[in-house]
């Protein structure tokens, strides 16, 4: 035998040894792993819901691509039910994960189940969502956030004629009227995206370009919990009746999701806006949005929501392995930014992602020709 399949044969002995008799059946992590192979390691990979696209997109690329590299992976929805996150978590832990890739539903709410996977040193990614409020989170992997919320405003200015998708001044002075919409409180990307938003809509509030009929202009107003399409379509439902029903006419609607941006489009549609022409008093409102879900980018496909913005899961996901196969192999994954996300109790190191703004020409050269969506699934609002 060789030094280096002794050493091999060795490492994988220990790190039996120690899934065997260790603390639960907990996995090692760290550099109890660094010498095992990927097969004998197992990802615990933890999603918040199945019932967005976008989730399950991310589930689909972080398992394959983690299984193409060799690992096992266990892979858990959650219904978006704190509880069952929770549980989930605790079973990978007691199961002997390796390692924990963690999409949180509330970022608060695991501290517990962080505890349990330091104690029996696994190291755990937060995935696009920050999880807060512990010292136990090791790497956060995400997209530039703030970016994403600038994105949503300049995409907004666009949709209304005030901009346009270069930056320059479009043909349009408004004033416009416009509502906002933020995400999940409990999400910190919605603090991120809404306050990437603000940066370029304030300006335009405060001298008038913009007005917002309703008058509600904070995130805590503007909120919606856990991202719910339907709770989205209600507040737009009572948007409108609270301050359009005099004939005040809606302009353009600031969305942080496509689900969302769905909501409030079901809802504009009831109450008589659209088809999307501009010869119309009741033209729809410019809608953003986020993710580039399939039912979205029909949407934009067919003119009825304005923008998205692409996030590429692949992208992601890869970033996720990348790191993960760091932290087995007991080394530090790569950082570029250090400084932005706090967590209540530590900066913590972080792989960012660029994002990018869709209009309809853009479908096809960003989404179609890139391979993340098919011509006839842009057709259908269906993916296969
Ligand atoms: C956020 C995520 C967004 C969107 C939203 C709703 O955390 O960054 O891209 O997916 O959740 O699922």
Request: contains cysteine; charged residues 20%; aromatic residues 6%.
């Amino acid at each position: 035998m060789s030094n280096k399949l002794k050493l091999t044969a060795l490492g994988a002995a220990l790190a039996f040894g120690l899934t065997a008799c260790g603390g639960g059946g907990a996995g090692s992590g760290g550099s109890d792993t660094a010498d095992a192979a990927p097969e004998d390691l197992s990802i615990g990979v933890s999603m918040p819901t199945q019932t967005s696209e976008r989730w399950i997109a991310d589930g689909d690329a972080v398992q394959s691509q983690l299984e193409d590299a060799g690992y096992q992976v266990d892979l858990q929805f959650a219904n978006d039910d704190i509880p069952t996150q929770s549980q989930q978590i605790d079973q990978m832990i007691t199961e002997g994960a390796d390692l924990l890739i963690i999409a949180a539903i509330d970022g608060t709410a695991l501290s517990g189940q962080l505890q349990a996977a330091a104690d029996a040193n696994i190291p755990v990614i937060s995935y696009d969502r920050l999880i807060r409020d512990t010292e136990n989170v090791d790497f956060y992997v995400t997209f530039d956030n703030f970016a994403v919320g600038e994105a949503q405003a300049n995409a907004l200015l666009v949709g209304l004629g005030l901009q346009n998708a270069d930056g320059s001044a479009g043909t349009e002075t408004g004033p416009f009227n416009i509502e906002l919409f933020a995400g999940s409180l409990d999400d910190n990307n919605a603090f991120f995206f809404f306050d990437g938003a603000m940066s370029v809509l304030q300006p335009l509030l405060d001298d008038g370009t913009l007005v917002i009929p309703s008058g509600q202009n904070t995130i805590e107003q503007a909120a919606t919990l856990r991202w719910q399409q339907e709770t989205a379509q209600s507040r737009m439902e009572t948007l409108l009746t609270g301050s359009y029903n005099d004939g005040t006419v809606l302009d353009g609607v600031l969305s942080p999701y496509d689900g969302i941006s769905r909501g409030i489009i079901t809802a504009l549609q009831n109450a008589g806006y659209g088809p999307n022409l501009d010869s119309t008093p009741q033209a729809l409102p410019a809608v953003t949005g986020q993710d580039a879900e399939i039912a979205s980018v029909a949407l934009i496909d067919q003119g009825v929501q304005s923008s998205t913005i692409f996030k590429d899961t692949r992208n992601l996901a890869e970033q996720a392995v990348t790191a993960a196969t760091a932290f087995l192999q007991d080394e530090e994954p790569e950082a570029n930014d250090t400084e932005t996300y706090d967590n209540g109790v530590k900066v913590v190191p972080s792989y960012l992602l660029p994002v990018e703004t869709v209009y309809a020409d853009d479908i096809q050269s960003v989404l179609v020709d890139s391979g993340y969506y098919t011509e006839a699934e842009v057709q259908s609002g269906q993916s296969d």
